[in-house]
């Protein structure tokens, strides 16, 4: 299997390219592979207006060029287009990520009036049943209905779709399904196992002969549609042997502010516990990014343990997730445990093995649900 990304090699100079703003935690929807942390009640005090589009603009002054508005669902915030037209204004690439529910086309309208660039439209399934298993509510219809008034108003789209074991075996049907909306890139992701993911990871891993069948299925697209719609496929570092070059290497290019204004170098950072992040209501973003030791602790390779430290690899998949070594092992120093190099891959495999053996009855799949505990599961 080929592994999408890990030759990407991006030079900042030093500043971040790439901000990601999630504007707030909720959400319509109750994905049982949500990205966002099992615990975001804690989380509740949102930037307000004026906080944001400070960040927007410390951010433009510190060299970002590109700008994506996320969530949870960020079309929950009100002020949405304001802060659309503040970047706008101030020469980002403006892109939205959404699950499409709080969309309408008058929304779309207002938003393309503030100068939104790019839609990132999530979406489970060509089947409605399956739709409402993986997101935990009935959407399907008016996701396909928001993706069909997207490309009425010309923008750019990315129809992103995580995929586990629930949907592998309808990848033919999706690329289909894609191509007749007319999105010009399809995004298949095979789920990566954090938070919601991470509790569900034993009913939502597919089996490694479904995802090279599924691979084969997208190169046989790719054929059929050429340039007409450009697809990707993320493999799941569960089965690769090699991790990802996890965003490009820690605090190198991306920058996340979550909603409470907490400065992160990826949104799933937060489950690294011994670290304090700072906040944007009390130091300045620069300081952040260049100073703070949440942001140098993992740049370079000093921190590395062996066999990362020796690696010949280190310096095109930086020793992996940082993130996928804390909650795997315990140690975010350790190295990533999806490599076949890491003293630590057997956790992988016996976990790839587990999810083998459950029995998979998707309509167990624990829901997003700020109710949930984490320690029962």
């Keep these: 299997m080929t592994k999408a990304g890990s030759d990407l090699n991006l030079d900042g100079q030093g500043n971040p390219v790439w901000l990601l703003l999630e504007l707030t935690y909720k959400c319509p929807l109750k994905c049982a ?67 499409g529910i709080g969309l309408t086309r008058k929304r779309l309208e207002n938003l393309k009036a503030a100068g939104l660039r790019h839609i ?67 995004e298949l992701a095979n789920v990566q196992y954090y938070n919601w ?34 697809i990707f496929f993320v493999i799941p570092d569960y089965y690769e042997g090699r991790p990802k070059a996890c965003m490009n290497g820690w605090g190198s290019i991306h920058l996340t502010v979550a909603p409470d204004g907490v ?28 100073e703070s030791d949440s942001f140098n602790i993992y740049r370079g390779d000093s921190w590395m343990k062996e066999p990362c430290r020796s690696c010949s690899e280190k310096e095109h998949d930086f020793g992996g ?21 890491s003293p630590h891959h057997h956790i992988v495999q016996e976990a790839v093995a587990k999810a083998l053996q459950t029995k998979q009855d998707h309509k167990n799949l624990i829901a997003r649900d700020a109710g949930w505990v984490p320690t029962e599961a």
């Design 263 to 290: 400065v992160l170098p990826c949104s799933q950072a937060r489950a690294l516990p011994d670290l304090n992040f700072p906040n944007v209501r009390d130091h300045d973003l620069s300081w952040i990014w260049h």
């Design 33 to 99: 592979f949500c990205s966002n942390p099992t615990d975001m009640d804690a989380y509740g005090n949102e930037l307000n207006t004026t906080e944001w589009k400070k960040v927007i603009r410390d951010a433009r002054g510190m060299g970002a060029m590109q700008i994506g508005f996320s969530g949870g669902e960020p079309t929950l915030r009100k002020d949405l287009e304001e802060l659309v037209a503040e970047a706008n204004d101030l020469g980002y690439y403006t892109n939205l990520i959404t699950s």
């Design 197 to 230: 993911a991470l509790v569900n990871r034993d009913q939502l891993m597919p089996t490694k002969e479904a995802v090279e069948k599924a691979e084969v299925q997208v190169a046989r697209a790719r054929e059929q549609f050429g340039d007409r719609l450009t």
């Design 120 to 186: 990132q439209l999530g979406f489970q399934s060509n089947h409605p049943e399956t739709a409402h298993w993986l997101a935990g509510v009935d959407c399907y219809d008016k996701k396909i209905k928001i993706a069909r008034e997207i490309k009425s108003l010309g923008f750019p789209m990315v129809l992103n779709v995580p995929i586990s074991s629930v949907n592998i075996h309808q990848v033919p049907e999706i690329i289909e399904l894609a191509a007749e909306i007319g999105v010009e890139y399809l």
């Design 321 to 341: 997730c940082r993130c996928q070594a804390m909650l795997l092992t315990g140690d975010a120093a350790n190295a990533d445990p999806a490599c076949s190099k």
